[in-house]
T-cell receptor
Framework: AQKVTQAQTEISVVEKEDVTLDCVYE???????LFWYKQPPSGELVFLIR??????QNEISGRYSWNFQKSTSSFNFTITASQVVDSAVYFC?????????????FGGGTRVLVKP | NAGVMQNPRHLVRRRGQEARLRCSPM?????VYWYRQLPEEGLKFMVY????????ESGMPKERFSAEFPKEGPSILRIQQVVRGDSAAYFC????????????FGQGTRLTVV
């Protein structure tokens, strides 16, 4: 069965520091998709990125970057030069191609607190 | 171009009452997913529906919980005889196809059972 583990429950940094969130996944499917979502204090879920299992290229979007390492089943997320507005809970999620629909398995989340 | 709409945003019920949570998917989306987020936890899949069909209900509790997505109107998650442990945020997501595209989430309904 699929599983997503976010070992860090909470990370506290000072503004402008970099922060890396770890995500390790388990799946038997050879085709799968990995996601990151942000949940700010207001509670909604904000989509950040979707990556398929055949694309191991790292991606950068502004201050965000993602490192996909299939060999270690990890999909880590880095926020560069963090800002107070980055304070939120971040969820990593997995979707298997063989599962019906777009069913997501979420990790437990990492709470990021950025202090001014 | 409205996103996924959930209502109510907040719902308070006394123990034993029924809770009805509504989800209107994005326009053109015929696939709906419900997730539950208990306090301080991640989201857990509950059920996946297409119009008039339940496709996967492997995450639904066996009793008191039901879901529907009728031909017309929103998807409904119904919780009968609520208990304190049902207090959680319930999120709905929709997608245009069954493929593994991005799922668009609503803002959630926060259910509090008193």
């Amino acid at each position: 069965a699929q599983k997503v583990t976010q070992a860090q429950t909470e990370i506290s940094v000072v503004e402008k520091e970099d922060v890396t969130l770890d995500c390790v996944y388990e799946t038997r499917d050879t085709t799968y998709y990995l996601f990151w979502y942000k949940q700010p204090p207001s509670g909604e879920l904000v989509f950040l990125i979707r990556r398929n299992s055949f694309d191991e290229q790292n991606e950068i979007s502004g201050r965000y970057s993602w490192n996909f390492q299939k060999s270690t089943s990890s999909f880590n997320f880095t926020i560069t030069a963090s800002q107070v507005v980055d304070s939120a809970v971040y969820f990593c999620a997995l979707s298997e191609a063989q599962a019906a629909g777009n069913k997501l398995t979420f990790g437990g989340g990492t709470r990021v607190l950025v202090k001014p | 171009n409205a996103g996924v709409m959930q209502n109510p945003r907040h719902l308070v019920r006394r123990r034993g009452q029924e809770a009805r949570l509504r989800c209107s998917p994005m326009k053109g989306h015929s696939h709906v997913y419900w997730y539950r987020q208990l306090p301080e936890e991640g989201l857990k899949f509950m059920v996946y529906l297409q119009k008039e069909n339940i496709i996967d209900e492997s995450g639904m509790p066996k009793e008191r919980f039901s879901a529907e997505f009728p031909k017309e109107g929103p998807s409904i998650l119904r919780i009968q005889q609520v208990v304190r442990g049902d207090s959680a945020a319930y999120f709905c997501a929709s997608s245009p196809t069954e493929l593994n595209t991005e799922a668009f989430f609503g803002q959630g309904t926060r259910l509090t059972v008193v």
